[in-house]
């Protein structure tokens, strides 16, 4: 009897032992999957129609990451303001400078968020941040990033790393109000920013 009972706990411990591993193995595959989404592809960006929605967060954090290239114009009036001494310039190329922990000179904190004091003037590459925009297949994916916009066909990327994107399929305002406008703005056919900033505090990242 006792031998019995032994063998059938030990077939329940075998199998508790089963179910466990299975369980344990889905949560790393899982755990593995979003690091390596957000982390190990951090700078590879991704097709825009991979991503559900998206929406800055105000973290700062790609004001932390990232050499801000200035257009010959928004270095004409950054310095036109803030004086030569917030640029920096890399052979024939401007850039804003960096604090020596890494942050843009002009991020800033309130409160709980963190805001650019360029908010006026803020260039380009800012406001297209997490999405690059190509009139060619840049990254591969060409299929999932074209996107026809009027007559003309775009490939969109987001770099992955930002924390206010949801990952899924397109929800319609993303698809056709938020992915135009960095269209537009890539293009130089619009300034304002209405869908590709943060909701709450438009003009900051
Ligand atoms: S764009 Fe992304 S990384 Fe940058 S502040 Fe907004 S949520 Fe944060
Ligand atoms: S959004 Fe503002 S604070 Fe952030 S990198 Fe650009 S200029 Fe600097």
Redesign the pocket.
Known sequence: MWVEWIQSANLIFLLFGIIFLFAASFVICMIFKALKRRWMFRWFPLPWSRVKSWE????????KEFDILLGPDEHANIVKIYGEDVTRRVVNKFYLKRRSNGTCLFLYKHNRI?LCKLQHMKPRACKL??FEVYHSPKFGNSTEAIYRYGDKEFFVYVYP????LRWGKPTPEYAQKTIPEFIEIAEGLQQEQKYST?KLFSHT?
């Open positions: 800055c967060l105000a973290c700062g954090e790609c004001c963190w941040y997490p790393m930002c924390m206010g943060a990242q």
